[in-house]
């Protein structure tokens, strides 16, 4: 049986009163513009390190997740659009993928470059860090 849809302009104040209020109510976010004065935002990272990507590589990666954020796109259309569960759950797959992809390749970057050049000198702390990350991303531990 089809559920009745909800009237949108009844909704819509109501809607539009809670998102204002959450968002004074929510502290914001940490950012900084970078040193050149541009609007870029810099995301505070939750170690003090970080890592150099090249130009392609940073190309790469942001086509990967600018592939998942449309695919997440298409999932609250197909929601708003009262798609059928298993069209969602397909396209939920598809976002799953994106993700893993991405991951993929910051493991395999990762691995590359920190994890071995720290091996070579003979340091196993970036390795030891890794398995642990592996573990709460893969196995749940």
Same mark, same amino acid.
């Given at each position: 049986?089809?559920?009745?849809? =909800?009237? +949108?302009?009844?909704?819509?104040?109501? =809607?539009?009163?809670?998102?204002?209020? +959450?968002?004074?109510?929510?502290?914001?976010?940490?950012?900084?513009?970078? @040193?050149?004065?541009?609007? *870029? =935002?810099?995301?505070?990272?939750?170690?003090?390190?970080?890592?150099?990507? %090249? @130009? *392609?590589?940073?190309?790469?990666?942001?086509?990967? !997740?600018?592939? @998942?954020?449309?695919?997440?796109?298409?999932?609250?259309?197909? !929601?708003?659009?009262?798609?059928?569960?298993? %069209?969602?759950?397909?396209?939920?797959?598809?976002?799953?993928?994106?993700?893993? @992809?991405?991951?993929?390749?910051?493991? $395999?970057?990762?691995? *590359?470059?920190?994890?071995? $050049? %720290? !091996?070579?000198?003979?340091?196993?702390?970036?390795?030891?860090?890794?398995?642990?990350?592996?573990?709460?991303?893969?196995?749940?531990?």
């Amino acid at each position: 049986m089809a559920r009745p849809k =909800k009237n +949108a302009a009844a909704e819509a104040p109501a =809607k539009a009163t809670r998102g204002r209020k +959450a968002a004074a109510e929510k502290p914001a976010k940490a950012t900084r513009s970078r @040193a050149s004065g541009s609007d *870029e =935002k810099v995301y505070k990272c939750l170690s003090k390190r970080s890592t150099k990507r %090249d @130009a *392609e590589a940073k190309r790469a990666l942001t086509s990967r !997740l600018n592939r @998942a954020a449309g695919q997440i796109n298409g999932l609250q259309g197909l !929601l708003e659009n009262d798609a059928y569960c298993t %069209d969602i759950l397909v396209q939920v797959a598809a976002v799953q993928s994106a993700l893993k @992809a991405f991951s993929r390749e910051i493991i $395999v970057n990762h691995l *590359e470059t920190v994890v071995s $050049v %720290d !091996l070579k000198k003979g340091n196993t702390e970036s390795m030891n860090e890794f398995v642990k990350v592996l573990q709460k991303q893969f196995m749940n531990g």
